[in-house]
């Protein structure tokens, strides 16, 4: 079982900057597909950015490509996702999950997750 933690939302101006961090424990996230999800009020859950099975690569959402640099440290056993230029389309409640058994074509799909943090609240004001 793995047990994961989000922290580091807030309210920022648009245009500012967040880093989120995602810390597991239970187990290591090595060998883990590790992902970002959102959730904006009335909307459907997205993916955003996430790593694959072994690390080597990443993936994101268009919208947020050039934006949004997701990151490991594998020595914390924590997972960054760093917010530059955000803007008020980025507000949301973000999320991390993890996976063990997910092949590629499931990475951007929250269904395919089992485990997840609780969420971390993202506003950007206009």
């Known amino acids: 079982q793995v047990q994961l933690v989000e922290s580091g939302g807030g309210l920022v101006q648009a245009g500012g900057s967040l880093r989120l961090s995602c810390v597991a424990s239970g187990r290591t996230l090595r060998g883990y597909v590790v992902g970002w999800f959102r959730q904006a009020a009335g909307k459907e859950r997205e993916f955003v950015a996430g790593?694959?099975?072994?690390?080597?690569?990443?993936y994101y959402l268009d919208s947020v490509r050039g934006r949004f640099t997701i990151s490991r440290d594998n020595a914390k056993n924590t997972v960054y996702l760093q917010m530059n230029s955000l803007k008020p389309d980025d507000t949301a409640v973000y999320y991390c999950?993890?996976?063990?058994?997910?092949?590629?074509?499931?990475?951007?799909?929250?269904?395919?997750?089992?485990?997840w943090g609780q969420g971390t609240q993202v506003t950007v004001s206009s």
């Open positions: 790593f694959s099975r072994t690390g080597g690569y990443t």
């Open positions: 999950a993890a996976d063990q058994k997910l092949i590629q074509s499931e990475y951007r799909r929250h269904t395919a997750y089992d485990y």
